[in-house]
């Protein structure tokens, strides 16, 4: 009878064991991506924008899978007299959804321009939360090319 209990306990011990690799594996996969990183560019078509200018960012970028976006945070980042990025939110005019895996090309997203210093040197950044499994949301972020706020 000790003889069984004992194989129970390791059987036990082996299948937590096996339970908690195969947890890690779905959580921690490396394959997360959401967005092929050498994809993804955000061009800011103008050299120069005034306050209250709407951007029209021209997006590419492929996705690798099927994904819904969480929550997609959009700031606008000037460089400050120390030349440290200085961080003001920016309101979204139009974005598309893309939900689908595959290739995007040239899509426009509309940045409103805040208050920001006049004669800046700025960028956009977004930054978009993904649900790509059950328990494991996904960040991806991305920073646009510099341009000067008149």
């Given amino acids: 009878m000790k003889r069984l209990d004992v194989y129970a306990a390791y059987a036990t ?8 690799i195969a947890l890690n594996y779905i959580y921690f996969f490396p394959g997360a991506d959401v967005i092929k990183d050498s994809t993804w560019q955000l061009v800011a078509p103008e050299p120069k924008y005034a306050t209250g200018d709407v951007i029209k ?8 899978q099927n994904a819904k976006a ?3 945070d959009r700031y606008i980042q000037c460089k ?20 689908k895996k595959g290739i995007y090309k040239d899509r426009e997203i509309g940045i409103l ?10 960028r ?19 920073t646009s090319n510099e341009f000067r706020v008149e």
């Fill in 70 to 72: 969480l929550q997609s």
């Fill in 13 to 20: 011990v082996v299948i937590i064991f096996v339970v908690a």
């Fill in 57 to 64: 960012l021209q997006a590419s970028f492929e996705k690798l």
């Fill in 80 to 99: 400050n007299s120390r030349g440290v990025y200085d961080k003001y939110t920016a309101s979204l005019v139009d974005a598309p959804a893309s939900t």
């Fill in 113 to 122: 321009v805040p208050v920001v210093p006049k004669g800046s040197t700025c």
């Fill in 124 to 142: 956009v950044s977004i930054s978009t939360a993904y649900k790509i499994r059950l328990i494991r949301n996904f960040t991806e972020n991305k």
